[in-house]
């Protein structure tokens, strides 16, 4: 038996995703998180195989939340369902540690797949992921200004997008301002932007936040 865990703010898509995956005979749901928070506290106790995890979220989005569940348990399987096309976000969080990536808008079948997939100890790529993998291996495609951060250069870039303060930043992310100063120096020179308005729009444009 394959036990999940399934974070997203919606109720009626966990609702949804619970009466799909029961189903299924070799599927059971042992936990619903609604924020990022909630989903680290149920990974802490330890009762599933594989997070399914919505990116967007209230308290801690879906990027920040990765992180911190990855540290807590590196091993966990985390498959993505985002509303987000896959070109926006897949590649980058496969490289943060998420072992597939799928829109909200696939077959429900397609979700059970992968989630087998990741409980069998691989990851679960789409054809189009692969093939954007593929470039960024070449070296052919160029890149997007966003897809030149690091890890913590993105969340931070992603919270200023949405309009969050360096100092609330700080506390949330446990830094120091002067350390948050930095990585938002970073991402301005990466992206060669010059304002958060200009970050804000830039996020918008590509879709990253809604």
Do not use: W
């Amino acid at each position: 038996m394959i036990r999940i865990v399934i974070a997203d703010d919606h109720a009626i898509v966990r609702t949804g995703l619970r009466q799909f995956f029961s189903e299924q005979v070799d599927l059971r749901v042992t936990g619903e998180a609604a924020n990022g928070r909630e989903a680290l506290e149920l990974v802490r106790k330890g009762d599933l195989d594989v997070l399914l995890m919505d990116l967007q979220m209230p308290d801690q989005s879906g990027v920040d939340a990765l992180a911190a569940i990855k540290a807590r348990a590196p091993e966990l399987p985390v498959l993505i369902l985002s509303g987000f096309p896959e070109a926006h976000y897949a590649t980058t969080l496969l490289k943060q540690g998420a072992s597939g990536y799928l829109n909200k808008e696939c077959d429900p079948e397609e979700i059970v797949k992968a989630i087998r997939t990741l409980y069998r100890g691989r990851k679960y790529i789409t054809a189009g992921v692969a093939e954007m993998l593929a470039d960024g291996l070449d070296g052919s495609a160029a890149k997007l200004p966003h897809e030149q951060l690091s890890e913590r250069e993105f969340q931070v870039f992603l919270r200023l997008a949405k309009g969050e303060t360096i100092g609330h930043m700080a506390e949330s992310m446990s830094l120091s301002v002067k350390t948050v100063s930095t990585y938002r120096t970073r991402v301005m020179e990466k992206m060669n932007l010059a304002s958060n308005s200009d970050l804000t729009y830039y996020a918008m444009k590509n879709g990253l936040i809604q």
